[in-house]
């Protein structure tokens, strides 16, 4: 399954901060694959009151696996933040239990960039 992040639908000062879809509903061993472009992250493991110290562009992309564990922090970095070429565009996780998980942007959790994996048999 791929999720877009909806940033901008027309020209002007007005963004929208959504992954699309916000709730997504799969099978365990389903994978997700995430892409922006424009900053924005995939963030697990944290409810965004809980980062890392500093700014949310210092803090270093984490994938511990391919699978997502439940509990682990696992982010994408943020997306298309540095030179062309060098920064994330995309990220896939792979999803083997069932749960819900939930995700947000280390950028804008704040204003509700968040989303929700539901992984069911």
Same mark, same amino acid.
């Given at each position: 399954?791929?999720?877009?992040?909806?940033?901008? =639908?027309? +020209?002007? @000062?007005?963004?929208?901060?959504?992954?699309?879809?916000?709730?997504?509903?799969?099978?365990?061993?389903? =994978?997700?694959?995430?892409?922006?472009?424009? @900053?924005?992250?995939?963030?697990?493991?944290?409810?965004?009151?809980?980062? +890392? +110290?500093?700014?949310?562009?210092?803090? @270093?992309?984490?994938?511990?696996?391919?699978?997502?564990?439940?509990?682990?922090?696992?982010?994408?970095?943020?997306?298309?933040?540095?030179?062309?070429?060098?920064? +994330?565009?995309?990220?896939?996780?792979?999803?083997?239990?069932?749960?819900?998980?939930?995700?947000?942007?280390?950028?804008?959790?704040?204003?509700?960039?968040?989303? =929700?994996?539901?992984?069911?048999?």
């Amino acid at each position: 399954m791929q999720v877009g992040i909806l940033t901008q =639908t027309s +020209p002007g @000062p007005l963004e929208l901060l959504e992954y699309l879809p916000p709730d997504i509903t799969i099978k365990p061993g389903d =994978t997700i694959l995430w892409k922006s472009e424009t @900053p924005h992250s995939v963030t697990f493991g944290s409810s965004g009151e809980d980062l +890392p +110290p500093g700014h949310p562009t210092d803090i @270093p992309a984490a994938k511990p696996s391919d699978m997502y564990d439940g509990a682990s922090f696992y982010h994408s970095g943020v997306f298309n933040l540095g030179p062309p070429g060098q920064a +994330p565009t995309s990220f896939e996780l792979t999803f083997p239990d069932a749960g819900t998980f939930s995700y947000i942007c280390v950028l804008h959790w704040n204003v509700g960039h968040v989303g =929700t994996v539901s992984v069911q048999q």
